[in-house]
C-alpha cells in the first residue's frame, strides 16, 4: 500500500510548501499529492484552494492574482509557521525537485469549481519538460480535466476522484473510461467496493486517512495507496506488516 503525503506533510507543516513536501520525502513517503491552479497571467501554482484566504495573509482568488503577486503572498500565515515566510510554490518549482527525488506525484488538477483553460496542457507541458511523465498521476474531481490530459498523452495514469458521496460501480466507471485509478474518501468505501474496483483493474487510493482504525481498514481492504497527513506514522505502519 502507497503512501501520498497529503498536501505535503501537512500534519504539521503548512500545506502545498516545499518545506512540507521536502518533510514528507523525509518521513518515507512513497509520493506526494499537491494541487495545480492558474495564476491571472498563466502560470501554474501550487495551492488548495481557489482563493487565497484559509492558508495566506491575502485574500481573494487565485486567478486574478500574477505570479510576481502572488509571491508577495505567506503561504504560512495560517499555521504555526507564521512568523517565517514561504512562498507559495510555482509547479516548475516542485517540479525541479521532484525530479532530484524518487517519489510519485498525484497532481491534483483544480478545475471544478473555476475551470482554467489549458491547464491541463500547461500542466503536462511542465511535466514533460522535467521528465517526470512515468512519475505522475493526474487526479481531478472534473473527469473531463481526466478525459483532456488522456486526449493529449494516453499513456498518462489517471485517477478519478469523487466527494462524500461515493461512487457505486466505481471500478467500471474508470474502466470505461481509460482510467486507471479511483480516488474516493474513506467514509464511501469498503472492502466490497475495492474489490469491484480490482475487478476491473483499476487501483484503489483512498483519502484522507488520519485515523489508525482507517489505516488499518484501508490496508486490510487491499487498498493499492492512501492520502495522508501524516505520513510517518503510516510508513511505519505498513513497514511493520511488511516485516511482520
Known amino acids: 500500500m502507497k ?12 500545506e502545498n ?11 518515507g513517503s512513497d509520493g506526494i499529492e499537491l494541487d495545480v491552479q492558474l495564476t491571472k497571467d498563466g502560470e501554474l501554482v501550487v495551492i488548495h484552494d481557489e482563493t487565497l484566504d484559509r492558508t495566506t495573509d491575502h485574500t481573494g482568488r487565485v486567478c486574478d492574482y500574477t505570479l510576481e503577486e502572488l509571491k508577495t503572498c505567506n503561504a504560512a500565515a495560517k499555521s504555526s509557521y507564521a512568523n517565517t515566510f ?5 509547479f516548475e518549482e516542485y517540479c525541479a525537485w521532484a ?20 491547464i491541463e496542457e500547461k500542466t503536462l507541458e511542465m511535466v514533460k519538460r522535467y521528465q517526470l511523465e512515468e512519475k505522475i498521476l493526474i487526479s ?26 461515493g461512487l457505486v460501480n466505481a471500478g467500471h466507471a474508470a474502466q470505461k473510461f481509460g482510467f486507471e485509478c479511483f480516488h474516493p474518501p474513506y467514509c464511501a468505501m469498503s472492502k466490497e ?27 486490510n481492504w487491499g487498498c493499492d495507496g492512501i492520502f495522508t497527513n501524516y505520513p510517518d506514522v503510516c510508513r511505519a505502519f505498513v513497514d511493520a506488516k511488511k516485516n511482520s
Open 3 to 14: 503512501i501520498y503525503a497529503h498536501r505535503g506533510y501537512s500534519g504539521f507543516y503548512p
Open 140 to 165: 481531478s474531481f472534473n473527469h473531463l480535466s481526466l478525459c483532456a490530459v488522456k486526449a493529449i498523452d494516453a499513456s498518462i495514469l489517471c485517477g478519478a476522484l469523487v466527494p462524500e458521496t
Open 99 to 118: 525530479a532530484t527525488t524518487n517519489l510519485v506525484t498525484n497532481i491534483e488538477i483544480k478545475s471544478s469549481v473555476i475551470y482554467y483553460p489549458d
Open 193 to 219: 467496493a475495492v474489490q469491484e474496483c480490482h475487478d476491473h483493474q483499476v487501483q484503489v487510493n483512498v483519502w484522507t486517512v488520519n485515523t489508525m482504525h482507517q489505516l488499518v481498514d484501508c490496508f
Open 17 to 27: 510548501t516545499m518545506l512540507a513536501f521536502q518533510k514528507a520525502w523525509e518521513a
Open 86 to 90: 514561504m512562498t507559495i510554490p510555482t
